[in-house]
């Protein structure tokens, strides 16, 4: 009897040490963003379309893309590319991936399913090179049911807390 409860007493050690281990590998490496540009853009490359079901509009388009202006202020156009890259560092460079939450709020949209949708939020995993990730996010009105006017927040969160913010406006020139 005795060696079942050394058994119970050394699984709880082990169980302390690897959420002890766990939470100081995160602890030691909190990450820090910054947004290196913001606005709109267009894309150089030809735009790679994928399904997406949690975004609004059910699809992500990915590709390269080059700022054309830096603005808070997106003018509504069939089209439009808008978004912002950024870089996050100060990671343990032994981490492969950095798990974080893109939450998107956006102006109401009524879609031709009969649906609205005021935002959409997914989770992904950010790679990263020796501690660091470059990345960009954002949005592309290609339906005539996105092109609202209103006040849209780009938000990632780490480990369920904000990591940064990007606020953008859209309106009809």
Do not use: C
Not at 56 to 85: C, D, H, K, M, N
């Amino acid at each position: 009897m005795g060696n079942s409860k050394e058994k119970v007493r050394m699984s709880k050690q082990i169980f302390v040490a690897v959420v002890l281990l766990f939470v100081t590998t995160f602890a030691a490496a909190a990450p820090q963003a910054k947004i290196k540009e913001y606005g709109y853009y267009e894309f150089i490359t030809e735009a790679k379309r994928s399904m997406h079901p949690a975004a609004t509009s059910g699809f992500v388009q990915t590709g390269e893309a080059r700022l054309v202006e830096q603005t808070e202020r997106i003018p509504i156009e069939q089209g439009r590319l808008f978004g912002f890259r950024f870089i996050i560092t100060g990671m343990n460079p032994t981490i492969g991936q950095l798990p974080v939450e893109l939450v998107v709020t956006h102006p109401k949209m009524e879609k031709p399913d009969g649906t609205s949708s005021t935002g959409y939020r997914y989770t992904l995993g950010l790679t990263l090179d020796q501690g660091v990730v470059e990345d960009k996010t954002g949005y592309r009105m290609n339906e005539k049911y996105e092109m609202v006017e209103g006040e849209w927040v780009f938000e990632y969160r780490f480990m369920n807390k904000p990591l940064m913010v990007q606020r953008f406006t859209t309106y009809r020139p």
